[in-house]
């Protein structure tokens, strides 16, 4: 079986790191990702995909990006249930990552992509992460709608 996912997006809002009671790193984001296609009015409808990283991993991911960071990740999909307070099941899907990539300078608020810098598991290698298409122009937090 064959359960892998590659995403190239943005941040909506800066990583929510927290421990384990065991002291393991988990960091929960969401990324906005721009569809390939556009709607019948000339839009990009984009899609935001729940993630979560674990372990040094997490720690340098939410320490080197923000709200607004164009990353690439790698990983896979997992979906998980739990009983909420009310005594409901809630069904999670999100992507846990296995690997990432900064696309942009720390700090950058011009959008501009710079050569991708990989700074998830050691050994391992993003692959096939260029930079997005000159088509597609800059965004910067302000024009975020989150």
């Keep these: ?19 384990t009671q065991s002291g393991t790193a988990v960091g929960s984001f ?22 979560a990283i674990w372990r040094k991993s997490a720690e340098n991911f939410a320490n080197f990006t923000h709200k607004g960071s164009l990353v690439g990740i790698e990983g896979h999909v997992q979906t998980r249930t739990y009983d909420n307070a009310q005594g409901q099941k809630v069904f ?5 990552v296995e690997n ?17 810098t990989n700074q998830g598991h050691a050994g391992n290698q993003l692959a096939n992460y260029t930079q997005p298409p000159a088509s597609q122009p800059p965004i910067n937090d302000d024009d975020l709608p989150f």
Excluded at 1 to 19: C, E, F, H, I
Excluded at 30 to 51: H, K, L, M
Excluded at 92 to 96: H, N, P, Q
């Design 30 to 51: 969401t990324i906005a990702v721009d569809r390939q296609f556009r709607s019948a009015n000339g839009e990009r409808e984009t899609d935001f995909i729940n993630c």
């Design 92 to 96: 999670v899907t999100e992507v846990i």
């Design 100 to 116: 990432f990539a900064l696309l942009e300078p720390k700090g950058s608020s011009q959008g501009q992509p710079t050569q991708p």
């Design 1 to 19: 079986m064959l359960n892998s996912v590659a995403l190239t997006g943005r941040l909506t809002k800066p990583v929510d790191l927290r421990y």
